[in-house]
């Protein structure tokens, strides 16, 4: 069965610190997407990031960075120089192929504190 | 930009009423999604539907149902709302292919008395 593991609940970081946020999934699918989401304060869900299962290419995108690694199913983000803003609830999620229409499978996300 | 709203920001409703949750999406989007969300538990789809008057069940159907009388528009009914359908519930939209992302609306806190 498919499955999203955030194994870490609660990090707390001072700002201008790097933190790396864990996510490591289950799937019997080859081709399945991995998203990233922010919920800042607010509530709404953010859009961050989305990988399918063929592109191993690490990406980087200003402060945030992602590792894909297929041989270990995890899909880790990386917040470089955290800033105050940062502060939100982050989640993993995982979809498969040849389920249009279905939903994501969501792990239970990390609540990142960055202090000033 | 995609823009995914719902009618409400905060909901107080008592034991028993019946309630009608609103979501609409305004990029074309075949899919639309309801979840809630909890504290401990994360994220839990409620029901979906890939088309108007197509609906499938998720996870946590019961006590639930759904609308989808135009593409744009898909409502959440609480039929006789409990205490613990006390919850935020978060709509979201995509295009029809699983690869797509999925846009979320602001999210409805509601509070069952």
């Known amino acids: 069965a498919q499955k999203v593991t955030q194994a870490q609940t609660e990090i707390s970081v001072v700002e201008k610190e790097d933190v790396t946020l864990d996510c490591v999934y289950e799937t019997r699918d080859t081709t399945y997407y991995l998203f990233w989401y922010k919920q800042p304060p607010s509530g709404e869900l953010v859009f961050l990031i989305r990988r399918n299962s063929f592109d191993e290419q690490n990406e980087i995108s200003g402060r945030y960075s992602w590792n894909f690694q297929k041989s270990t199913s995890s899909f880790n983000f990386t917040i470089t120089a955290s800033q105050v803003v940062d502060s939100a609830v982050y989640f993993c999620?995982?979809?498969?192929?040849?389920?249009?229409?279905?939903?994501?499978?969501f792990g239970k996300g990390t609540t990142l504190s960055v202090s000033s | 930009d995609v823009k995914v709203t719902q009618s409400s920001r905060y909901l107080v409703k008592r034991t028993g009423e019946k309630v009608f949750l609103e979501c609409v999406q305004d990029?074309?989007?075949?899919?639309m999604f309801w979840y809630r969300q909890d504290p401990g538990l994360g994220l839990r789809l409620i029901y979906f539907?890939?088309?108007?008057?197509?609906?499938e069940k998720g996870d946590i159907p019961e006590g639930y149902s759904v609308s989808r009388e135009k593409k744009e528009r898909f409502s959440l009914i609480l039929e006789s709302a409990s205490t613990n359908q006390t919850s935020m519930y978060l709509c979201?939209?995509?295009?029809?292919?699983?690869?797509?992302?999925?846009?979320f609306g602001p999210g409805t806190r509601l509070l069952v008395l």
């Open positions: 990029m074309d989007h075949e899919n």
């Open positions: 539907s890939y088309d108007v008057k197509m609906k």
């Open positions: 999620a995982l979809s498969e192929a040849g389920q249009a229409g279905t939903a994501l499978i």
């Open positions: 979201a939209s995509s295009l029809f292919s699983e690869e797509e992302t999925q846009y």
